[in-house]
């Protein structure tokens, strides 16, 4: 099927003069060409440490931040980078995020008829009080939130993180997204219900042909519920592909690292088992390194991978990865390299 949502070249800088235009100007490069592209009905995994830029590329997305340059494409169309226009926000309804934390993202004071009738208000076409009632019913039923005439009239703090969690994303779907970027939507939340919430998202993702898009730090855990994986280092994405495959063949050394980091791939909820920091330090996103950011820790690292970033080399089926060992310019070099 065709892209529901194309990243082209997308990258972010922050300045960080703290609004003096007379300081020197030092920048964080927090994200530096990202291309990929969400599917219907299909999940990816974004998978980084923290640092990574995972976030960034999320936010830019749901146009919380404005890209620095790069394009966004929403069924084919790009969409403004910048301004208010009427297309962005209709692109706004049809991406939505979801965060991390579902303590933040519900206001204390408004029982959940509250936040779901808003959305519904404005997106649901209702008629009447008691069709936003029943919109809003069917949404709490939706994301298995039952008896849902019970759920309709509870406060925040009456709730637990995962229901907090599924009223978040009722509310997302409220405005009939087409794509839902959900940025560790389970790290906060009780091991013991992770995965219905996941499979929560998965079980929608299939109902409603949404792209989702799945920002973890768990490598391991995303073959089980995303078809394709996005690899991201120090802000450059350095893999992608079908997961099975990036699981089974890693090819970027970056991505062998996350996966033998990440021994046991069955323990899906537990936490930290793609713990890597122990192997090395993400380097400064101010001062990155030149070249392939992962040269200071890679095994293989060649000349060359200082001073230039490498090309996207396909390897077929969808598969690609950003790296020296790959390019057709050096891939020989390396294979002399290796053999030596
Ligand atoms: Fe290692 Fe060079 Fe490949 Fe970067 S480009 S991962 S430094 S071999």
């Avoid at 100007?25 to 440490?49: C, I, K, M, N, W």
């Avoid at 008896?147 to 779907?173: D, N, T, Y």
């Avoid at 990440?262 to 101010?286: C, N």
Wanted: glycine residues 6%; positive net charge; aromatic residues 6%.
């Amino acid at each position: 099927s065709r892209p529901v949502l194309e990243a082209e070249h997308l990258r972010k800088e922050f300045p960080l003069n703290g609004g003096n235009p007379f300081k020197a100007r030092s920048v964080v490069h927090a994200v530096e060409d990202a291309s990929f592209a969400l599917y219907p009905g299909q999940a990816t995994a974004l998978v980084g440490e923290s640092g990574s830029g995972k976030t960034t590329v999320a936010r830019m997305l749901a146009r919380l931040y404005d890209p620095t340059s790069g394009t966004i494409r929403f069924r084919g169309a790009p969409i403004s980078l910048k301004g208010g226009s009427a297309a962005l926000r209709e692109y706004r309804r049809h991406v939505q995020l979801i965060f991390q934390d579902p303590f933040g993202s519900l206001n204390p004071i408004h029982d959940v008829r509250y936040h779901l009738s808003r959305p519904v208000k404005l997106f649901g076409h209702a008629r009447s009080e008691e069709e936003v009632t029943e919109q809003v019913l069917a949404l709490l039923r939706r994301v298995s939130l039952s008896p849902a005439e019970q759920f309709i009239q509870k406060f925040p703090h009456q709730l637990s993180g995962g229901q907090r969690q599924r009223i978040a994303i009722a509310r997302a779907l409220a405005v009939q997204p087409e794509v839902l970027l959900a940025d560790e939507p389970v790290s906060m939340l009780d091991v013991s219900i992770r995965l219905d919430i996941l499979n929560l998202l998965l079980r929608l993702k299939d109902e409603e042909r949404l792209a989702l898009l799945f920002i973890t730090h768990d490598i391991a855990s995303a073959r089980y519920f995303a078809e394709n994986t996005l690899v991201m280092y120090a802000g450059q994405m350095v893999e992608g592909g079908p997961s099975e495959e990036i699981i089974q063949a890693p090819k970027h050394p970056y991505t062998q690292l996350l996966l033998s980091a990440a021994p046991d791939p069955d323990r899906i909820t537990s936490k930290g088992v793609t713990d890597v920091a122990a192997r090395g330090e993400i380097p400064s996103l101010i001062n990155p390194p030149q070249g392939c950011r992962f040269h200071p820790r890679c095994p293989h690292a060649m000349p060359i991978c200082k001073q230039q970033f490498p090309q996207r080399t396909d390897l077929g089926n969808g598969h690609w990865t950003n790296c020296f060992l790959y390019t057709k310019e050096t891939a020989s070099e390396a294979q002399s390299a290796a053999s030596k």
